[in-house]
């Protein structure tokens, strides 16, 4: 089951999905803290055959990491699918991410869905350690554009 959602970065603003804060490095850095607790839950749940439970750590460690780079800039999401509008918008109409992240936490995200919400969701053993590794990249990813946020706009952050 594949929801379509349609709504772009300005859509997410207008409905209040997205909200400016103001910028928070603490706040960030905590949201990175909580990505890697995920990211070892999603390893352990994968080694121990709980492989539903580490697909949906995965994606939490991928939304923690993606989340602390809002907080870093300056805005707080209401909505896990306007996180990669944010990402999309911020940082790859930019070039400064590629877009196959993008793909990768919305696909997660619809993962994330349909194990939350679905009876007839299980995951296999490959599911769950291809997740388990793309969210340890995804968030590797996420740091190192914090560091060249910080490091293309040192003034902002």
């Given at each position: 089951m594949?929801r379509?959602?349609?709504?772009?970065?300005?859509?997410?603003?207008?409905?209040?999905l997205?909200?400016?804060?103001?910028?928070?490095?603490?706040?960030?850095?905590?949201?990175m803290?909580?990505?890697?607790?995920w990211?070892?839950?999603?390893?352990?749940?994968?080694?121990?055959?709980?492989f539903?439970?580490?697909v949906?750590s995965?994606?939490?460690?991928?939304?923690?990491?993606?989340?602390?780079i809002?907080f870093?800039?300056?805005?707080?999401e209401r909505?896990?699918?306007?996180?990669?509008?944010?990402?999309?918008?911020r940082?790859?109409?930019t070039?400064?991410?590629e877009?196959k992240w993008i793909?990768?936490l919305?696909?997660?995200r619809?993962?994330?869905h349909?194990?939350q919400y679905?009876?007839?969701?299980?995951?296999?053993?490959?599911?769950?350690k291809?997740?388990?590794?793309?969210?340890k990249?995804?968030?590797?990813?996420m740091k190192?554009?914090?560091?060249?946020?910080?490091e293309t706009?040192?003034s902002?952050?």
């Amino acid at each position: 089951m594949v929801r379509e959602l349609k709504f772009d970065f300005d859509d997410c603003v207008k409905e209040g999905l997205l909200r400016r804060i103001p910028p928070s490095k603490g706040r960030a850095e905590g949201s990175m803290k909580a990505a890697l607790r995920w990211l070892e839950e999603g390893e352990k749940d994968s080694d121990g055959e709980a492989f539903a439970s580490s697909v949906l750590s995965s994606y939490l460690a991928m939304f923690h990491s993606a989340r602390a780079i809002l907080f870093f800039d300056g805005f707080r999401e209401r909505s896990h699918y306007c996180i990669a509008r944010y990402l999309e918008e911020r940082y790859v109409k930019t070039s400064l991410l590629e877009r196959k992240w993008i793909e990768l936490l919305d696909h997660y995200r619809e993962l994330r869905h349909e194990g939350q919400y679905s009876v007839s969701f299980f995951a296999t053993k490959d599911e769950a350690k291809s997740a388990s590794k793309t969210a340890k990249e995804f968030v590797e990813r996420m740091k190192k554009l914090m560091q060249e946020v910080i490091e293309t706009e040192p003034s902002k952050h």
